[in-house]
């Protein structure tokens, strides 16, 4: 049984949620996984704000560019941010996740959000992504421990082929959590930079100090030299408690 997660933004209740026949599956046993993300609405909402929408000060009517959906998370935060006059992108590569955000949208009527079922790199391509039954939401491109196992082919597209489609005029946010293949997509997006107003990229160099991943995953550096080229003025949050969010980049053009 599907359950609306505006229905349960309301109610605040303790939820869990997993991936089950292309959908979105909330129960109140904590016996729906894999993958379980055991959190109240209220809980996804004060997270999303605090991980990719710090400091970016969005207003409504304004684009958000979604750049890892993941299983749709973030998006409910993102479309009340913009309101209906602004406007949701978001790109899932891998079919699963897509399926479930997909699933998200469509339950709760999200008109202001259009996604995409495409990776993205550098150049439109085919891309290898890793497909572990057990690690569904942070599946990856780039890093080698997860593609020694299950993968999958996916279609890869550039940000700035989009971009020249769109006809939008600019973006408010560029939000980008791709499990270590931000340079490539980056380097794919140089013309989409210079009309995109802030970024926050969630790099991936704690894997490899962490979890022993390898050096494929350390990619701050040159993200954050892409972004200063491109006239962002980078921000860092170093003390917060998160290592994925020590390592995240915040950008707002000069």
């Given at each position: 049984?599907?359950?609306?997660?505006?229905?349960?933004?309301?109610?605040?209740?303790?939820?869990?949620?997993?991936?089950?026949?292309?959908?979105?599956?909330?129960?109140?046993?904590?016996?729906?996984?894999?993958?379980?993300?055991?959190?109240?609405?209220?809980?996804?909402?004060?997270?999303?704000?605090?991980?990719?929408?710090w400091?970016?000060?969005?207003?409504?009517?304004?684009?958000?560019?979604?750049?890892?959906?993941?299983?749709?998370?973030?998006?409910l935060?993102?479309?009340?941010?913009?309101?209906?006059?602004?406007?949701?992108?978001?790109?899932?590569a891998?079919?699963?996740?897509?399926?479930?955000?997909?699933?998200?949208?469509?339950?709760?009527e999200?008109?202001?959000?259009?996604l995409?079922?495409?990776?993205?790199?550098?150049?439109?391509?085919?891309?290898?992504l890793?497909?572990?039954?057990?690690?569904?939401?942070?599946?990856?491109?780039?890093?080698?421990?997860?593609?020694?196992?299950?993968?999958?082919?996916?279609?890869?597209?550039?940000?700035?082929?989009?971009?020249?489609?769109?006809?939008?005029?600019?973006?408010?946010?560029?939000k980008?959590?791709?499990?270590?293949?931000?340079?490539e997509?980056?380097?794919?997006?140089?013309?989409m930079?210079?009309?995109?107003?802030?970024?926050?990229?969630?790099?991936?160099?704690?894997?490899?100090?962490?979890?022993?991943?390898?050096?494929?995953m350390?990619?701050?550096?040159?993200?954050?030299?892409?972004?200063?080229?491109?006239?962002?003025?980078?921000?860092?949050?170093?003390?917060?408690?998160?290592?994925?969010?020590?390592?995240?980049?915040?950008?707002?053009?000069?």
């Amino acid at each position: 049984m599907f359950v609306s997660f505006a229905h349960l933004l309301r109610t605040g209740r303790r939820v869990s949620v997993s991936a089950s026949e292309g959908g979105m599956l909330f129960s109140q046993d904590g016996k729906s996984v894999p993958p379980p993300i055991r959190f109240t609405p209220s809980e996804l909402d004060e997270m999303a704000r605090d991980y990719f929408l710090w400091g970016a000060e969005i207003s409504r009517g304004e684009v958000i560019v979604d750049a890892g959906v993941g299983m749709g998370t973030e998006l409910l935060t993102y479309t009340g941010v913009v309101g209906e006059a602004g406007l949701v992108i978001g790109f899932e590569a891998h079919p699963k996740s897509f399926a479930i955000a997909k699933k998200l949208v469509d339950l709760n009527e999200l008109a202001n959000v259009n996604l995409h079922q495409n990776a993205l790199w550098s150049s439109a391509c085919k891309i290898i992504l890793s497909d572990s039954p057990t690690s569904l939401g942070i599946n990856s491109a780039v890093d080698r421990r997860l593609l020694e196992e299950q993968t999958v082919d996916v279609d890869a597209v550039t940000l700035d082929s989009w971009f020249a489609g769109s006809k939008l005029a600019e973006i408010g946010l560029l939000k980008m959590n791709i499990e270590g293949a931000e340079i490539e997509a980056l380097k794919g997006a140089r013309r989409m930079l210079s009309y995109t107003n802030r970024v926050v990229v969630a790099c991936h160099d704690f894997v490899n100090r962490l979890e022993g991943g390898g050096s494929e995953m350390n990619t701050k550096g040159e993200v954050r030299s892409i972004l200063e080229d491109a006239g962002f003025r980078i921000k860092e949050r170093l003390s917060h408690k998160n290592p994925a969010i020590r390592d995240t980049l915040y950008g707002m053009k000069e």
